[in-house]
């Protein structure tokens, strides 16, 4: 079964409301934005999201910084989440998987792929999971 709720971190405006009307409109997701990390921890206990869709690179606290302390919370130990970054060199996209993440999308992205790429990345994280 796909998430339903995606929690989206990504600190560009444009970015964020694309994505978010991409994975609305196009794969049928409750979306809720934030533009930070620290929005994001505000804001995840109360909205209970089924998967985390982070930007690496946000001032402040990044993507990776934003992930590790949301797995501080017992709760989201387990929520599957996907970075979202223009770097995606062999060695960057390990580095990112090596923080917990599920999967790498670049950016810029194409929104009327977004939501398929998320499911694909969701179905192959939870056959994974099921061996």
């Known amino acids: 079964m796909l ?3 995606i929690l ?3 600190d560009e405006l444009a970015l964020r409301l694309v994505a978010k009307v ?3 409109k196009v794969g049928g997701y409750t979306v809720n934005t934030c533009a930070s990390g620290k929005e ?3 804001v995840v206990r109360e909205f209970k999201p089924d998967l985390f869709v ?3 690179m946000m001032p402040h606290l990044d993507g990776p910084a934003t992930l590790m302390q949301l797995r501080e919370m017992p709760e989201f130990l387990e ?3 996907i970075f979202l970054t223009a770097k995606v060199q062999s060695r960057e996209i390990l580095e ?3 923080h917990g993440a599920i999967g790498v999308l670049q950016k810029p992205f194409d929104p009327m792929q977004l939501s398929q790429n998320v499911s694909e990345l969701v179905r192959q994280h939870a056959k994974k999971r099921q061996r």
């Open 3 to 5: 998430p339903l709720r």
């Open 22 to 24: 991409a994975l609305e």
């Open 54 to 56: 982070l930007d690496v």
């Open 96 to 98: 990112l998987l090596a």
């Open 40 to 42: 994001a921890l505000q």
């Open 79 to 81: 929520t599957p989440a």
């Open 8 to 10: 989206l971190v990504e």
